[in-house]
């Protein structure tokens, strides 16, 4: 593991040159993967001004940027603007939704790809295993339906509230499960004691779990983009702080773990970068200019 400084480019000499090369080679670009909560803003939502001006500035030297982040497509899209992305792509949803941006579109983007499931399998076992747990679901449409008047920021559009029986009989695309009973540990041993099947997910830092598709990630839905950008796999680098970024940084030929990650993510990463509160995401950006 090696530790990102202000002069360290890369994981070891040969990445480092080889990510010079990148930029110097017949103006070859990379493919930068970019989590939102805890790498370009804090758990505040704040994003600090040396992160923004590194992330607009990669952005303007024409590598393909993209966020890749567990939150849903109105609580993505500000983020996308404020570092000055208007042309590429953007996996929200933990991979469940992909986006094309493209400014000449009267929205500004247009869904490429929605990846849904049917949660009723996976509700009705945590609903028997956590009883009092808070559940909302995204739907096909974009919506949120939860339980309880649960509602959080990454959903980005406010929640309607209905019964469980009608979160059991929608199509989703990503659902989310939070207990304020329990701490993540307990959480993530009732989880693994349930024995999910069929579906995708993760814990995050509190009690708090997201739901996708059964192989859907966020590094599955960046794979598709990087074929479909015809971006070579050693150009491929990735941010990231949470249990949902593992398998992209491990799709990464550079993973980079924020400084204030898990152990588990850090595993995961080739190098560690400072905390989200030291600006460590802009710390990485600055090594590709």
């Known amino acids: 593991m090696t530790t990102l400084t202000e002069t360290s480019v890369a994981g070891n000499d040969d990445r480092r040159n080889s990510n010079q090369n990148n930029q ?58 404020h570092i000055g992305i208007e042309n590429g792509y953007a996996v929200c949803s933990n991979g469940g939704v992909t986006l094309r941006l493209d400014s000449s579109l009267s929205s500004g983007y247009e869904v490429l790809h929605k990846a849904t499931f049917d949660p ?59 207990s304020s009973e329990n701490t993540p540990e307990e959480f993530n041993t009732a989880i693994r004691h349930i024995g999910l099947a069929g579906v995708t997910y993760s814990v995050g830092w ?20 990087r074929g479909r950008l015809d971006i070579e796999a050693h150009r491929t680098i990735a941010v990231g702080d949470g249990r949902n970024d593992i398998e992209m940084l491990t799709w990464a030929a550079r993973g980079v773990a924020m400084g204030q990650a898990p152990e588990e993510v850090i595993a995961a990463a080739n190098e560690i970068t400072h905390s989200v509160y030291d600006d460590g995401a802009a710390h990485v950006l600055r090594s590709l200019l």
């Open 24 to 81: 110097n080679n017949n103006g070859h670009k990379l493919m930068i993967a970019l989590d939102v909560d805890g790498t370009l803003v804090d758990h505040d939502g704040h994003m600090s001004v040396p992160v923004r001006e590194a992330a607009q500035d990669v952005v303007a030297a024409g590598h393909h940027v993209m966020i890749a982040t567990g939150r849903s497509l109105n609580a993505t899209l500000p983020i996308i603007e």
């Open 120 to 178: 009723g399998p996976a509700l009705r076992a945590l609903r028997k295993r956590l009883p009092s747990a808070k559940y909302a679901l995204e739907d096909e449409d974009g919506n949120f339906l939860s339980t309880e008047r649960f509602q959080d920021a990454s959903f980005g559009v406010e929640a309607i509230g209905v019964d469980f029986q009608t979160m059991l009989e929608a199509t989703a695309v990503r659902v989310v499960v939070f």
């Open 206 to 225: 509190t009690a708090w779990l997201d739901i996708a598709a059964a192989g859907v990630t966020k590094a599955s839905a960046l794979e598709q983009l």
